[in-house]
C-alpha cells in the first residue's frame, strides 16, 4: 500500500514520525509546498492507495469533497487530530482498507480509533470486504448497499458458497430471506435481490489453427462455459504454448476478459506431455503432443472441467 501523511503543524510532524518508524510512508508538510492544500491534495489523490491527513476532521472534509468518486476507486482516508489522540477511519473503510489502517495506526499512537462502518460495529459480513479478502470480482455492486442494511438490521440473507472454496464463509440458507450473496463461479439465475462474488480460479488453456477470427474463439468458449454453467468472470489466466504468442485471436481474447495470458516453452510442455493423449498433428507440427491441456495443468495444477475441440480450435477448462 502506498501511502502519503499530510500535516500542518510541528505537532502533527511529530505524530507523522512516529507512524512512519513502523508504517512506510511519503510525509508531506508545510515546507514541501502543500498550500494550497486543495490543490495538493488533487494532485496526489489518486496517486496513493491511502492519504494520512494530521489536522481537524472540517478541513479535511472541505479539502476532499470535490475529489471523492466511489470506493471502488477512491483511496483510504484517514485522518488524525495533531496530538495523535483520535484516528478517524473517514473514506473507503472496507475496499480502500482506512479501518485495517487506523487501527494499524491507533496501536502504534496508543489513540482511539474511530471507525463508524455499521457491519463493523454489528459484527456482521462485509460484502466488499470479502471480495477483498479473497480478490473476488463483485457482480451488482448496486445491491451491495441495501443487502448490507439489511444484514445490520437482522434481516434474514442467504450466503449461497461453492462447497470446494476453504474460506471462512459458508453456506447460510433461511426459507423466508429477502436478498441472497453468492460466491460461486457459476451461472447464477435468482429473481431475489442478490450480489454475487466470483473466484478468480478458472484457468483456460487455448489452441488454434494461425489466424483464427476472434469471434469464433469467443463463440467457442462461451459455448464451453454454458456447458459447464460458469461465468467467464471468474477465469483468471488464459494459458497456451510459445508457439501461439503472436495469436491474435487470443490476445485479443485476453484484452476482452480482462486477464493476463501466459505461454509456456516446448520444453516445459514436453515434461508433462505423457500425461495426457497425444495429437499426432500437433506432434508433427509443434515437436510437442498438445497444447490447450498441457499448458493449462501447467497453470492450475488442479482438476480438469472439460475439454472441447471444434473447427480448428481446442479449449481445456480447469479449476486451480
Known amino acids: 500500500?502506498?501511502?502519503?501523511?499530510?500535516?500542518?503543524?510541528?505537532n502533527g510532524k511529530c505524530v507523522a514520525e512516529k507512524i512512519r518508524k513502523y508504517i512506510k510512508t511519503d510525509?508531506?508538510?508545510k515546507k514541501d509546498n502543500i498550500l494550497p492544500l486543495k490543490d495538493f491534495v488533487k494532485r496526489i489523490f489518486h496517486k496513493y492507495d491511502a492519504l494520512i491527513l494530521i489536522m481537524a476532521t472540517g478541513i479535511v472534509v472541505r479539502t476532499i469533497c470535490g475529489f471523492i468518486k466511489d470506493k471502488y476507486t477512491d483511496p483510504a482516508i484517514v485522518v488524525i487530530d495533531e496530538k495523535g489522540k483520535n484516528v478517524i477511519s473517514l473514506l473507503s473503510g472496507h475496499v480502500g482498507g482506512a479501518n485495517e489502517l487506523t487501527l494499524k495506526i491507533a496501536k502504534i499512537l496508543n489513540a482511539n480509533p474511530v471507525i463508524t462502518t455499521a457491519t463493523d460495529?454489528?459484527?456482521v459480513p462485509a460484502i466488499d470486504l470479502i471480495a477483498k479478502k479473497y480478490n473476488f470480482e463483485i457482480e451488482n455492486k448496486e445491491?451491495?448497499?441495501v443487502i448490507s442494511s439489511m444484514l445490520v438490521n437482522n434481516e434474514k440473507v442467504d450466503f449461497i458458497v461453492d462447497d470446494y472454496l476453504n474460506i471462512d464463509i459458508k453456506s447460510t440458507v433461511y426459507k423466508n430471506s429477502k436478498a441472497?450473496?453468492?460466491?460461486?463461479n457459476k451461472i447464477v439465475n435468482s429473481e431475489k435481490t442478490h450480489v454475487i462474488l466470483r473466484p478468480k480460479n478458472i484457468v483456460v488453456g487455448i489452441g488454434c489453427k494461425k489466424d483464427i477470427p476472434f469471434k469464433?474463439?469467443?463463440?467457442?468458449?462461451e459455448f464451453c462455459f454454458k456447458k459447464l454453467n460458469l461465468s467467464l468472470k471468474s477465469i483468471c489466466t488464459i494459458t497456451s504454448a510459445e508457439i501461439k504468442k503472436d495469436e491474435k485471436a487470443i490476445i485479443e481474447l485476453s484484452k476482452y476478459l480482462k486477464v493476463p495470458i501466459k505461454f509456456y516453452t516446448l520444453q516445459e510442455i514436453k515434461k508433462i506431455e505423457h500425461l495426457f493423449e497425444c495429437s499426432s498433428f500437433v506432434k508433427k507440427?509443434?515437436?510437442?503432443?498438445?497444447?490447450?491441456?498441457?499448458?493449462?495443468?501447467?497453470?492450475?495444477?488442479g482438476k480438469e472441467m472439460l475439454f472441447h475441440k471444434k473447427n480448428g480450435i481446442t479449449i481445456s477448462v480447469w479449476r486451480k
Open 27 to 29: 510525509i508531506f508538510t
Open 180 to 184: 441472497q450473496v453468492y460466491i460461486t
Open 121 to 123: 460495529l454489528n459484527n
Open 1 to 10: 500500500m502506498k501511502i502519503a501523511t499530510i500535516t500542518l503543524t510541528n
Open 285 to 301: 507440427t509443434f515437436g510437442i503432443c498438445g497444447v490447450s491441456r498441457h499448458s493449462a495443468y501447467l497453470e492450475s495444477k
Open 216 to 221: 469464433q474463439l469467443l463463440s467457442e468458449l
Open 143 to 145: 445491491n451491495i448497499k
